[in-house]
C-alpha cells in the first residue's frame, strides 16, 4: 500500500511537488540556522577560553577580585611549584601560566625620537618551540609577516597595529609599563612578526611576548598573574570544570592569606555562565519559535493541497470508499511527503553546515568595533540532534495539514458533495 501512494505521488505532481518543496525548504533553513546557532555558541566558548579564561583559570583571590584592572602586584608567585603539583595532580589538563598587562609601545626613528607609539593590551606566555600555547591560538596559521619569536627579546603584534602605525617587521619597539613592585618598566623589544587573531579587540593592539621576556620586564621572577587549565581537543566540560575549581578551593578554604590561588571555572568568569544560560535559553526559543512558524507555513500547505482535492475526495466517497480509509490515505501521503522533503532538507541543510564547520563565512567587517572577545569567522557545528530536528516540521507540520484538511472534508453535508461532483 505504501508503495502504491509512493508512485501515485510520484506521477501526479500537483499532490506532492509544491508541498514537498515548501518542506524541503522549510527543514533546511530549520537545521541551517540550529547548526549555525550551535557553532556560535562553541566559538564564543572557544575564543573566551583561548583568549582569557581558560576552561579553568588560577589566580590569588586578591588578584581575583581586582582582574579587569590587571593588578600584577597581586599576581601568583612561586609558579613552577604550583605548576609541578597542578601536572602532578590533574594530568589530564594543559596548565599554561599567563601575564596581562597594558601599556604603550613606543617606536623611535634612527635618531632615537619617537616615531609613533599607541596603547596596546599585551600577553606573556609560553612562545618556545613546540609550546601548546603556538598552536592553541593558531599562532603559526595567523601570521601575517615575519615569523614566531625564535630567541628572547622579540614580540609579535597585530598587523592592524602595525600597518596603523607604519611598523616593519625587525623594528625595534619599546615597551612602557609599570612593574609588579609599582616602578616604571621600560623594556626594548623587536618585532618578529605581525598577526591576525581573527578577534577584533586582539586585531586592535595587542601583543604577544614571551612569558620569561615579560617576567624579566615586569620582575615578575617566577610569577604569573594566572594559570590557565585546558582539557583535552579544547573540549569543555562543565560538569568536570566545576567538580575540580570546588575540590581545589575546598582544600584552601581555611587559609586567609589573600595571596592563596583560587581556581575559577570557564562559566565563573567575565559573567560567562550567565550569557551562556541565557544563550541556551534564547536558543530554545528561536529553535521552538522558527517550527512554529514553519510548521504554521507547512501546515497551511497541507491544507491547501488537501482542499484542492475535494472533487478527487468526493468521486472516491460516491464509489463506496470508506470515509476512514480515505482519511488514512491522506494522512499516510502526508506522511511520506514529510518523510521525502525532510530527508532531502536535511541533506541540504548539513551540507550547507558542513562547509560553513570546515570552512566558515568571514565578518570581520561586522565585528571591527567590537570589544568581545568572538570569533570574526562564523562557523556552524554539525551535533546528533542536527540530524533530526528538521523533521519536527518537516513531518508533523505536513501532517496536521493533512489531518485539518481532512477533517473539514469529511464534514461535507451529503447534498454538498453531489453538487460539487456536479461542477
Known amino acids: 500500500m505504501t508503495w502504491f501512494l509512493f508512485k501515485g505521488l510520484l506521477r501526479d505532481r500537483q499532490r506532492s511537488l509544491f508541498s514537498g518543496i515548501i518542506v524541503v525548504a522549510g527543514v533546511t533553513i530549520t537545521v541551517l540556522i540550529y547548526c549555525w546557532l550551535q557553532g556560535y555558541k562553541d566559538d564564543m566558548i572557544s575564543s573566551n577560553a583561548k583568549l582569557d579564561t581558560g576552561h579553568v583559570k588560577i589566580m590569588t583571590r586578591a588578584y581575583n577580585e581586582l582582574s579587569n584592572q590587571l593588578p600584577n602586584d597581586l599576581a601568583l608567585t ?10 602532578r595532580d590533574h594530568p589530564g589538563l594543559d596548565w599554561s601560566p599567563r601575564i596581562r598587562l597594558g601599556g604603550l609601545l613606543d617606536f623611535p626613528d634612527e635618531a632615537g625620537e619617537t616615531r609613533a607609539q599607541g596603547p596596546v593590551f599585551g600577553l606573556g606566555l609560553d612562545l618556545s618551540p613546540g609550546s601548546t600555547e603556538i598552536e592553541r591560538l593558531n599562532l603559526k596559521g595567523g601570521l601575517v609577516r615575519g615569523r614566531l619569536p625564535e630567541g628572547p627579546g622579540e614580540i609579535l603584534i597585530s598587523d592592524t ?3 596603523n602605525l607604519s611598523v616593519e617587521v625587525g623594528d625595534v ?16 623589544f623587536t618585532v618578529a612578526g605581525t598577526l591576525h587573531f581573527g578577534v577584533g579587540p586582539m586585531d586592535r593592539n595587542a601583543i604577544l611576548a614571551d612569558l620569561a621576556d615579560v617576567q624579566y620586564a615586569l620582575d615578575m621572577e617566577d610569577g604569573a598573574g594566572e594559570v590557565l587549565g585546558f582539557f583535552p581537543n579544547m573540549l569543555y566540560d562543565e560538569r ?3 567538580l575540580l575549581a570546588s575540590a581545589f578551593n575546598r582544600a584552601r578554604a581555611d587559609s586567609r592569606d589573600e595571596f592563596t590561588p583560587v581556581m575559577l571555572t570557564l562559566r565563573d568568569q567575565n559573567a560567562l555562565g550567565d550569557m551562556l544560560d541565557m544563550f541556551e535559553f534564547q536558543l530554545g526559543l528561536v529553535i521552538i519559535g522558527f517550527i512554529f512558524v514553519m510548521s504554521i507555513v507547512l501546515w497551511n500547505a497541507g491544507l491547501m493541497s488537501g482542499i484542492r482535492r475535494y472533487g478527487e475526495v468526493g468521486v472516491r466517497l460516491a464509489i463506496g470508499e470508506p470515509k476512514g480509509h480515505v482519511y488514512r490515505t491522506l494522512l499516510s501521503e ?25 570552512h ?30 528538521g523533521f519536527i516540521p518537516g513531518l508533523l507540520a505536513t501532517f496536521l495539514g493533512a489531518a485539518m484538511a481532512g477533517v473539514g472534508i469529511f464534514r461535507r453535508q451529503t447534498s454538498q458533495l453531489f453538487k460539487e461532483l456536479e461542477t
Open 78 to 87: 612561586g609558579v613552577d611549584a604550583l605548576l609541578a603539583s597542578l601536572r
Open 173 to 188: 619597539a619599546t615597551l612602557i609599563s609599570s612593574t609588579a613592585r609599582g616602578g616604571m618598566a621600560v623594556q626594548n
Open 161 to 163: 597595529l602595525a600597518r
Open 334 to 358: 502526508s506522511l511520506l511527503v514529510g518523510l521525502v522533503g525532510s530527508i532531502v532538507g536535511t541533506g541540504i541543510g548539513l551540507g550547507v553546515s558542513y562547509y560553513m564547520q570546515e
Open 240 to 242: 568536570a570544570a566545576g
Open 360 to 389: 566558515g563565512i568571514d565578518v570581520s567587517f561586522m565585528t571591527r568595533n567590537s570589544s568581545m572577545l568572538m570569533s570574526s569567522v562564523w562557523r556552524a557545528r554539525i551535533v546528533p540532534v542536527s540530524w533530526v530536528i
